[in-house]
Nanobody, 124 residues
Framework: QVQLVESGGGLVQTGGSLRLSCAASGRTFSSYFMGWFRQAPGKEREFVAS????????YYADSVKGRFTISRDNAKNTVYLEMISLKPEDTAVYYC?????????????????WGQGTQVTVSS
């Protein structure tokens, strides 16, 4: 089992940047495929980005390609989401998820563990 704690959210103006972090407990972090999702009020949780266990492969939603970068540091049990050129439509609660499933995981039901979320608000 793994516990996840997100941090780094906040209020930023359009065009600004933020770096989210997700710290994981346990000694088997490198066994988990990791992902970032977001959920705006009244909407379903949507895929943002995911990263393979080694960090060598990354995947992005079309809406964030070229603006967001996912990375991980297995020595620090942490996954990051670097966000630049933020837009008001990026406003949401951002969650990190962990999964032991195989394959490229881009949907919320494929993830077994979730953090509590961190709020990102982009003002226009």
């Amino acid at each position: 089992q793994v516990q996840l704690v997100e941090s780094g959210g906040g209020l930023v103006q359009t065009g600004g940047s933020l770096r989210l972090s997700c710290a994981a407990s346990g000694r088997t972090f490198s066994s988990y495929f990791m992902g970032w999702f977001r959920q705006a009020p009244g909407k379903e949780r949507e895929f943002v980005a995911s990263i393979s266990r080694s960090g060598s492969h990354t995947y992005y939603a079309d809406s964030v390609k070229g603006r967001f970068t996912i990375s991980r540091d297995n020595a620090k049990n942490t996954v990051y989401l670097e966000m630049i050129s933020l837009k008001p439509e990026d406003t949401a609660v951002y969650y990190c998820g962990a999964s032991l499933r195989l394959g490229v995981l881009t949907t919320a039901p494929e993830y077994d563990y979730w953090g509590q979320g961190t709020q990102v608000t982009v003002s226009s």
